[in-house]
């Protein structure tokens, strides 16, 4: 029996559906061997196709089996169609061949005209390394990445598999700065590394970094995969950044988006062929109604080459650390998930799954592991499907983690819709505790997708306009020392019961006021909201460096006390009338108070095991903007009861304390 059913028994009526599933997979990997003698080898088109350096010069290669006619043009043969034609074989792949002395050198311009039933037109190469945007007409041309000086690693000694506690610092470098425009690779390398060091990261995500046509798409409506955005530098500006980050004893994961692609005709894929089906699926499946982008078909084999080999690429070219996958719930059903609830193991497993997308989710999870078998690999995965995070021999898909994306909507729908009296405790755990056994989590308070415009950021819905006005020390403001409490309390609760990972977007450590918004027409093409203002943060006379702190003393908790690597929160104690929650983890007791006013002396509960107990971490403590109501040099001896151990302890409201056996 497969081990996803050993651990579910529910999913026994499935057995012919899983075994299915992995055949399918497994039928193609041995294809795939066969053929090519490794999928390591069937994932290296980037190395054969696109821009090759020869010993006369480049090649250029490209696959379009439906174009008529095609040549490469630039800056280089004064965009002549006629002075590089190129010609095709039988397997549709167009090749031409540039000597020395013909000018195709680094920074060259470069296109492919090509003639198909749609016309003539220019188009970006498919496996284009570097594109920039002209600033007077705004037209995206390909160029020639190959330096005469190349980029010298010195990352060697970085160990990924050290990383036993991933906490992750979600960022994006274009809004990485506190200047009103786009910040670039080297500015995050230079200011913002050192940031994340000092609080304690050990993983950075970094957001949209495939060119992308429009920056407000975030970096999810991606023309070139292949290319670093050049708005934030060249593609050795951003292997500085990976490098520098490994010096520092930090992973970078790629936030990476294979599950749709712009629908940009200049910039993109889309028709690149003239046959409307080259790398997407052809008519209504093809389009994504909700994205307003183009669907790939993983079915075919060159689409499902071009998407490994970019994995590789990044992993090998970039030193990246493994990959969060945008988009999965999309990419794994017909119906994208749109309107759809998963309410039953049919929809998991029965019609409306593209089991195409899903056998091409577990070849990129098996050669990921294959280059780097500690690399991290996240689902963004909405619907719940059993065995994502499960090895693809035990009948999983083979991620690592699953983002706990019910975790952030809770708390929204929390603080949008209840006062905190009316929070249940029993929810909150209920909704931080439920997840698949064996499955691996990244628990989150809030990412990016919570701090966009159109909704409010954790300390915006706590706090409002009030952070305007009354964040200065000494100005005492109801709001604001909610806000605070409240703010400590989520990230900790979230943090210790939530999952195997953790997860913050950058500036919510803070409490970034404020939402995101990206420079488009409705704010007359602004990059207000498009920054992060660490002068708040740095200026000690305003009190959101307590709530930095408070991030750097729980970070620093999780990794010394390996609480991120331990087995799930155990459920000590739910008490609904005082809004208390206690539970342990990783042998530390943590306890919750969210009652607005309800402090409780001698508050009794039991305890796993006899003896003397101390404080590790006070959210109340003045360094963090509390009020300082624990005297944490008090010890609690355990005392024994009816029904085990037991200690007494002050449980101030809203209040989270973390304690721990000596």
Request: with cysteine; glycine share 8%; aromatic share 14%.
């Amino acid at each position: 029996m497969l081990q996803i059913i050993q651990d579910d028994p529910w999913l026994a009526p499935y057995e012919h559906d899983i075994h299915t599933r992995y055949d399918y997979y497994k039928s193609e990997l041995d294809r795939i061997s066969d053929e090519y003698g490794s999928l390591l080898k069937f994932a290296n088109r980037h190395q054969e196709l696109g821009f090759q350096i020869t010993k006369m010069g480049f090649s250029y290669k490209e696959w379009a089996p439906q174009a008529q006619a095609m040549a490469l043009v630039g800056g280089f043969n004064n965009w002549d169609e006629n002075a590089h034609p190129m010609k095709k074989d039988e397997n549709g792949i167009w090749h031409v061949e540039i000597s020395d002395d013909e000018g195709l050198e680094n920074l060259a311009q470069v296109k492919v005209r090509v003639t198909a039933a749609n016309g003539k037109h220019d188009r970006i190469p498919a496996y284009i390394k570097y594109a920039i945007q002209n600033t007077e007409n705004y037209d995206f041309t390909g160029r020639i990445w190959s330096p005469k000086k190349e980029f010298k690693w010195t990352d060697s000694q970085f160990d990924l598999s050290a990383i036993k506690n991933p906490v992750i610092y979600e960022a994006h470098p274009g809004m990485a700065q506190e200047k009103e425009g786009v910040g670039t690779f080297k500015e995050f390398e230079e200011n913002i590394l050192p940031r994340i060091k000092s609080l304690g990261y050990n993983c950075i995500q970094l957001m949209a970094v495939a060119e992308h046509p429009y920056y407000g798409s975030f970096g999810y409506h991606v023309a070139n995969f292949y290319a670093p955005s050049s708005r934030f530098g060249t593609p050795d500006d951003l292997k500085s950044l990976v490098n520098t980050a490994h010096k520092m004893g930090i992973a970078v994961i790629m936030d990476v988006v294979h599950s749709h692609s712009v629908k940009n005709f200049s910039e993109g894929l889309n028709d690149f062929d003239g046959s409307g089906s080259q790398y997407f699926h052809h008519g209504g499946r093809g389009y994504h109604t909700g994205w307003d982008s183009k669907l790939f078909n993983y079915g075919k084999e060159e689409v499902s080459r071009f998407l490994l080999s970019n994995l590789k690429y990044w992993l090998e070219d970039f030193h990246f650390d493994g990959f969060r996958f945008d988009g999965v719930t999309s990419m794994l059903y017909h119906h994208h998930g749109e309107g759809v609830s998963f309410d039953h193991y049919d929809k998991y497993f029965k019609d409306g799954v593209d089991w195409d997308a899903v056998r091409y989710l577990q070849l990129a999870n098996t050669l990921i592991h294959e280059i780097k078998p500690h690399a991290f690999s996240i689902a963004e995965d909405m619907s719940g499907m059993p065995g994502m995070c499960q090895p693809i021999e035990a009948g999983g898909l083979g991620f690592d983690y699953r983002l706990g994306m019910g975790i952030p909507d809770n708390w929204i729908k929390w603080l949008k819709h209840k006062q905190d009296e009316e929070w249940s405790m029993q929810e909150i755990w209920n909704v931080l505790s439920n997840r698949r056994y064996g499955e691996k989590t990244v628990a989150y308070a809030e990412s990016h997708d919570q701090a966009m415009v159109g909704d409010k950021t954790l300390a915006f819905w706590l706090m409002d306009k009030e952070m305007y006005w009354h964040m200065a020390k000494g100005d005492d403001n109801l709001i604001i020392d909610r806000g605070i409490s409240l703010h400590k309390m989520i990230r900790l609760v979230t943090a210790a019961a939530g999952g195997e990972a953790y997860l913050n977007f950058i500036g919510n450590e803070f409490g970034h006021p404020e939402w995101m918004d990206f420079p488009r027409e409705g704010n007359n093409w602004s990059y207000k909201y498009a920054r992060r203002q660490w002068s708040l943060v740095d200026n000690q006379e305003l009190k959101y460096h307590f709530l930095n702190d408070f991030e750097k003393a729980m970070l620093a908790l999780l990794k010394n006390e390996n609480v991120l690597e331990a087995s799930p929160a155990n459920l000590l104690n739910i008490d609904e009338t005082n809004k208390v929650l206690i539970f342990e983890r990783s042998n530390l007791i943590f306890v919750f108070n969210f009652h607005p006013n309800n402090s409780v002396p001698d508050y009794e509960f039991w305890v796993p095991s006899a003896g003397m107990y101390q404080y590790l971490l006070n959210s109340d403590d003045a360094r963090f903007g509390g009020h300082k109501r624990i005297d944490e040099s008090t010890v609690h001896e355990s005392f024994k009861k009816e029904g085990g151990d037991f200690i007494k302890i002050y449980c101030v409201n809203r209040t989270a304390l973390v304690i721990k056996r000596k």
